[in-house]
């Protein structure tokens, strides 16, 4: 799954929530493929020798990992949403596709620590609360704090935030 993550073609992964009684979608969206990154696959055990595929091994894809801008909903909650926002979310975004995956993985962690705050507008000391969390994903990354400055500037420069003054941001509006 890793090295399928690298490739160039990785695919775009939709997922769809269903009411069988009502026959009706509950949820529908897609993961675009730029928000695949190590940290969200998790590798299963192998499978026993006894199994027909002995040693086999598979793995999860932790979509709580994911931030929910990385999460495009067409169907919410059984209302289909507006195809104007739909396109404009996903627009939002595409600039991950241009970076690496190291990058990528940095740029998406920042942004579940910015979506995980719960506010629009926000300082740098709130996102500076996620050093812990961000050092253990990044164990030989020394400079975490530069680290997230670095990121916060990307995002606002590829749009994603925008920066209010010194040491303060504001997210950005979804399409």
Same mark, same amino acid.
């Given at each position: 799954?890793?090295?399928?993550?690298?490739?160039?073609?990785?695919?775009?992964?939709?997922?769809?929530?269903?009411?069988?009684?009502?026959? $009706?979608?509950?949820?529908?969206?897609?993961?675009?493929?730029?928000?695949?990154?190590?940290?969200?696959?998790?590798?299963?055990?192998?499978?026993?020798?006894?199994?027909?595929?002995?040693?086999?091994?598979?793995?999860?894809?932790?979509?709580?990992?994911?931030?929910?801008?990385?999460?495009?909903?067409?169907?919410? #909650?059984?209302?289909?949403?507006?195809?104007?926002?739909?396109? $404009?979310?996903?627009?939002?975004?595409?600039?991950?596709?241009?970076?690496?995956?190291?990058?990528?993985?940095?740029?998406?962690?920042?942004?579940?620590?910015?979506?995980?705050?719960?506010?629009?507008?926000?300082?740098?000391?709130?996102?500076?609360?996620?050093?812990?969390?961000?050092?253990?994903?990044?164990? #030989?990354?020394?400079?975490?704090?530069?680290?997230?400055?670095?990121?916060?500037?990307?995002?606002?420069?590829?749009?994603?935030?925008?920066?209010?003054?010194?040491?303060?941001?504001?997210?950005?509006?979804?399409?």
């Amino acid at each position: 799954m890793c090295e399928r993550l690298a490739s160039s073609n990785n695919p775009n992964l939709l997922l769809l929530n269903y009411d069988l009684a009502n026959r $009706s979608v509950t949820n529908a969206f897609i993961v675009p493929k730029h928000f695949f990154v190590r940290e969200i696959i998790e590798k299963r055990k192998p499978l026993a020798a006894t199994a027909r595929r002995a040693g086999w091994v598979g793995c999860n894809i932790l979509l709580s990992q994911i931030p929910a801008s990385g999460k495009i909903y067409f169907v919410r #909650n059984g209302r289909p949403q507006a195809k104007a926002s739909v396109l $404009s979310q996903w627009k939002r975004t595409l600039f991950l596709r241009e970076e690496s995956a190291e990058t990528r993985g940095w740029l998406i962690e920042v942004m579940k620590c910015v979506e995980s705050i719960g506010k629009t507008e926000f300082n740098l000391n709130d996102v500076y609360a996620f050093e812990t969390e961000l050092s253990d994903i990044y164990p #030989n990354n020394r400079h975490v704090r530069q680290k997230i400055r670095q990121q916060l500037q990307v995002l606002r420069d590829k749009g994603f935030l925008d920066f209010v003054s010194r040491g303060y941001y504001r997210l950005r509006k979804k399409g």
